[in-house]
Nanobody, 126 residues
């Protein structure tokens, strides 16, 4: 599967952005999907994941209640709605897919995913 992330940009603190991850090659519903982010000089961190079997979701503590991951099977996309953004949310955001179903907490490990998109930049100004 090939993944294409889009929707990043510059937004003021308190604002919202909606990221999309389009899958090609195979339908995104064939995979468990996730979002990660990486700030300059820092490691890649888990943001959110959604399981294909039941659409169960899992979030990093830092984004829970502000971000929502969802799946649009008709459009073969996975979206990340980001609200109440803060400068600490600034990073390159990557979508990822895995053909293996894990216990939800294991999706926090980037090694659990075997397909990655190219990333989209999110910058939140104060």
């Amino acid at each position: 599967v090939q993944l294409q992330a889009s929707g990043g940009g510059l937004v003021q603190a308190g604002g919202s952005l909606r990221l999309s991850c389009a899958a090609s090659g195979r339908t995104s519903s064939s995979y468990d999907m996730g979002w990660f982010r990486q700030a300059p000089g820092k490691e890649r961190l888990f943001v959110a994941a959604i399981r294909r079997s039941d659409s169960h979701t899992w979030y990093a503590r830092s984004v829970k209640g502000r971000f929502t991951i969802s799946r649009d099977s008709a459009r073969n996309t996975v979206t990340l709605q980001m609200n109440s953004l803060t400068p600490e949310d600034s990073a390159v955001y990557y979508c990822a897919a895995t053909s293996t179903t894990w216990a939800m907490s294991l999706y926090e490990n980037p090694g659990s995913f075997n397909y990655w998109g190219q990333g989209t930049q999110v910058t939140v100004s104060s």
